[in-house]
């Protein structure tokens, strides 16, 4: 079992910056995969950054790159998701996901634990 928290979330201008935190607890943090998703009023939940398990390897959805900067601290059982240049569009609640493989997972389907979600409003 794994468990999730994350935190960060809130109301930012259109420009400004927010950094999510994702605490995990339960397993070795240093042996799996993780993901951030965000999931709009309406629309499915998606992806928008992944990284793997040493923090070597990332991948980003096209809107976010060169926004958006995913890492973890294995040390501290945490992941983030550093977001800058926000726009309206990025509202959305963001949701951080575990895979229990080392590798990059970039779909849904391939995460095993979930957290509850923190709420990110940008307004124009």
């Known amino acids: 079992q794994v468990q999730l928290i994350e935190s960060g979330g809130g109301l930012v201008q259109a420009g400004g910056s927010m950094r999510l935190s994702c605490a995990a607890s339960?397993?070795?943090?240093?042996?799996?995969?993780m993901g951030w998703f965000r999931q709009a009023p309406g629309k499915e939940r998606q992806l928008v950054a992944a990284?793997?398990?040493?923090?070597?390897?990332?991948y980003y959805v096209d809107s976010v790159k060169g926004r958006f900067t995913i890492s973890r601290d294995n040390a501290k059982n945490t992941g983030y998701l550093q977001m800058n240049s926000l726009e309206p569009e990025d509202t959305a609640v963001y949701y951080c996901?575990?895979?229990?493989?080392?590798?990059?997972?970039?779909?849904?389907?391939?995460?095993?634990?979930w957290g509850k979600g923190t709420q990110v409003t940008v307004s124009s």
């Open positions: 339960g397993r070795t943090f240093s042996t799996y995969a």
């Open positions: 990284i793997n398990w040493s923090g070597g390897r990332t």
């Open positions: 996901g575990v895979d229990l493989g080392y590798d990059l997972a970039i779909t849904s389907s391939e995460y095993d634990y």
